[in-house]
Structure formats: structure tokens, C-alpha cells
């Protein structure tokens, strides 16, 4: 008979009981609307190996998230080529997670993923605002002549939510029409203060790991130079946590692409963090 120990193929201080959670992990392992660089499907599957190498307590909001009732689903399936297709199957799993009173923590996986999420969430919450952490705009109308493209996903939930209910949030890199846009909406904010027109909403926050710097974040698809540092991510993140954070996703680490895992470890300790902060 086998002994162990074993490895858990589950993300760090997970538990294993779906009903006493109060999150639940997602992954969303997608990237076929990726622009550049693929291979962000493979990034939940990897993240969860690569947590074993964290530790479970966060210095920066002193926590241990051993101590979080947080369940790790697994990852969802999605059929290659059919974005329509993965935003329902999104959409339907993370419904069943808020009718029970849950809150998410996505794993993507590209960002068009969040517009599932965000379709999902309006059904419960009329008040919702998005803060968006990214390098890119993400506000084109299409792409390629395709409608659904994480370099939309943005533009497609502000036609849900309104563009009054979204902060941008690292910006650098964008079609000049994008940055029209967030000027006549005075979308893109630079400080934390900023962010208190939200404080009677319930937050989403989505964070496209190209945010940071490449220097530090090289496993990206569209890496942007002039990012911020993980100390300035934390930061904001330290500000947002007296909002009322109903649910966070983490989308676009392409793992593969650096090879020393640097990436790979940096997207777990800031789940971590999130964790910490729902």
C-alpha cells in the first residue's frame, strides 16, 4: 500500500470542502484570441505546481491563507476556436458560484475571460464596478474582424457596466481611439484615491499580470516596457482592500515563455495576496 506524502496537484492552503468555502478557485485555461504569444491555457495548471514552492502566510496584509476557506475547482474545459462557447461555459460556472454565495478567484488564462466572470456577476449585483489592472487598453471594438478578442474584453464590459463604473489602472500601450476613450470617460486613474467614486460598488478586480514590468513579469504574451514594480501592485491592492471586493481574477501569464518560472512564481504569491484581500 502506498505511504506518501504526496504532492497536492491543488493550489497551496486549499481545502477540500466546496460547501464550507467562502471563494472558490477557477481556473480558465483559454488563449485562443491571444495576439501575440500564446500559451496562457497552460498558466492554472502551472500556477498550482508552482505554489508549492510559497508560503501560505502574507507579510504584506498578514495572513496565512491556510486560515481562508477557499476551494480549488480544478480547471474548466473549453472547446478550442469557439469564444462564444467558453464565455457561456464561464459564464454558467461562475453564476453557480455566486447563487451559492460564494466569491470568485479566476485563473485565466487570456483576459477575454473576464467578460464570462462580468456577465455572470451582473446578475447578482447591479452595482458592480471593474478595476482593471493591464499594461494595454483592451477597448477595441474588434479585432481581426472578430468581436470577442481579449484586446476587447474591456469594451465589451463597459457596454455592460457602463464606462462610468470602470478604472483603468497601468496603462502604456493602445490604439490612439482607445486612449480617446478613456480620456472622454476619464477611465485610466494614477493614484489610489481615485479609486473612492467606487466605495458604495461592488469591486471586480482583473489583473492582467503584463501590468508589471517585464523585467519581472517576462511571461506574458504582449510584455509592455515601463510596468510596475510588485511593490506598487500591492500597494493598490492594500487600498482596495477596505472596498467591497466581491470577486478577482489573474489572467495572462504565459508560463512557458520564461523559463526560470520567475513569472510563474511571481502569479502565485499575488494570488496569494488576493486571496488575502476577498
Known amino acids: 500500500m502506498l505511504k506518501g506524502p504526496f504532492l497536492d496537484k491543488d493550489f497551496i492552503g486549499s481545502n477540500k470542502n466546496y460547501d464550507k468555502a467562502d471563494i472558490v478557485m477557477l481556473g480558465m485555461p483559454y488563449d485562443c484570441t491571444c ?7 497552460f498558466a492554472p495548471q502551472q500556477i498550482r505546481v508552482e505554489s508549492i514552492g510559497i508560503e501560505t502566510y502574507s507579510p504584506y496584509f498578514d495572513k496565512d491563507i491556510s486560515d481562508i476557506e477557499f476551494f480549488d475547482a480544478g480547471d474548466l474545459e473549453f472547446p478550442f476556436g469557439n469564444a ?32 464570462g466572470s462580468i456577465r ?7 452595482n458592480i464596478a471593474v478595476v482593471q489592472f493591464d499594461a494595454h487598453t483592451d477597448l477595441r471594438d474588434e479585432y481581426l474582424g472578430e468581436k470577442y478578442t ?54 471586480f478586480i482583473t489583473i492582467d499580470l503584463d501590468v508589471l514590468d517585464p523585467s519581472l513579469m517576462s511571461g506574458v504574451g504582449t510584455p509592455e ?13 492594500k487600498y482596495l482592500k477596505k472596498f ?11 508560463p512557458d515563455i520564461d523559463t526560470t518560472k520567475t513569472s510563474t512564481a511571481t502569479a502565485c504569491k499575488l494570488i496569494r495576496e488576493c486571496l488575502s484581500i476577498l
Open 35 to 41: 495576439t501575440n504569444r500564446a500559451g496562457t491555457r
Open 84 to 115: 462564444e462557447k467558453m464565455l457561456k461555459i464561464t459564464e454558467e460556472n461562475v453564476d453557480c458560484i455566486y447563487k451559492d454565495n460564494k466569491k470568485l478567484l479566476g485563473i485565466g488564462g487570456e483576459h477575454l475571460v473576464t467578460l
Open 120 to 126: 455572470a456577476l451582473k446578475k447578482y449585483y447591479k
Open 150 to 203: 481579449h484586446s476587447g474584453v474591456m469594451k465589451q464590459i463597459a457596454n455592460l457596466i457602463g464606462f462610468e463604473n470602470i478604472a483603468q489602472i497601468g496603462i502604456r500601450s493602445g490604439e490612439k481611439q482607445e486612449f480617446s476613450l478613456m480620456q472622454k470617460y476619464n477611465t485610466h486613474k494614477f493614484s489610489p484615491a481615485e479609486l473612492d467614486i467606487f466605495s458604495d460598488k461592488k469591486i
Open 225 to 237: 516596457a515601463g510596468g510596475m514594480s510588485y511593490i506598487e501592485l500591492i500597494n493598490w491592492l
Open 244 to 254: 467591497d471586493i466581491t470577486g478577482i481574477d489573474i489572467v495572462e501569464l504565459a
